[in-house]
């Protein structure tokens, strides 16, 4: 993973925060990679941060250019089928939150 | 770590994204633990979540009432402390981002 080089301010992100379900969770992780390569085909994608830890948290972070374009990721058809699968059997609690980037500042990149 | 109990929108949040830097980065659990105990004392603190994956890949994302809050939680001494180390020694890359949470959603909360 690397930190994503996103154009000038303003743009959104949108900070998905999970825990995963106790058990095997199959077909999670392929299930993800697909959806992040999906995500960066999509008009107004501008980048993605994931982490997960030991314990099942994980923190992913995609940007977008505008709140249209994250309406029509979130409204894909092949995106509606990972968010039910997530809904139903991955994702034990979930908080999803969609911000408005209005400054940013980095080091080393 | 647990997912922020937030309140309604609108609200602020502050993305960290950080590649560490190699070697022991001697102090820095300890100083993490405290920045985020003395985070949460501040003025306008609504909650923080933070993931680092085996690769010394991290996100943290806290979550302040304004941007005052978070001008003052950057500004205090302490955490200029922290900041100069980070840049100076623990932190390879990082990327900082300011966004306004305009919508959000939870399941399992």
Do not use: C
Not at 26 to 45: D, H, I, P, R
Not at 52 to 72: C, H, K, P, Q
Not at 86 to 93: I, S, T
Request: charged share 20%.
């Amino acid at each position: 993973m690397t930190i994503a080089r996103t154009p000038e301010p303003p743009y959104y992100a949108v900070i998905f925060t999970s825990r995963m379900s106790d058990g095997d969770n199959m077909g999670y992780g392929a299930m993800g990679n697909k959806m992040v390569e999906l995500a960066s085909q999509q008009t107004g994608f501008l980048g993605v941060e994931s982490v997960r830890g030991g314990d099942g948290f994980g923190i992913t972070v995609s940007y977008w250019t505008t709140l249209e374009a994250i309406e029509a990721w979130k409204n894909h058809s092949l995106h509606q089928v990972a968010q039910d699968k997530g809904k139903a059997e991955w994702y034990q609690q979930f908080g999803l939150r969609v911000a408005k980037v209005e400054r940013d500042n980095f080091m080393g990149m």
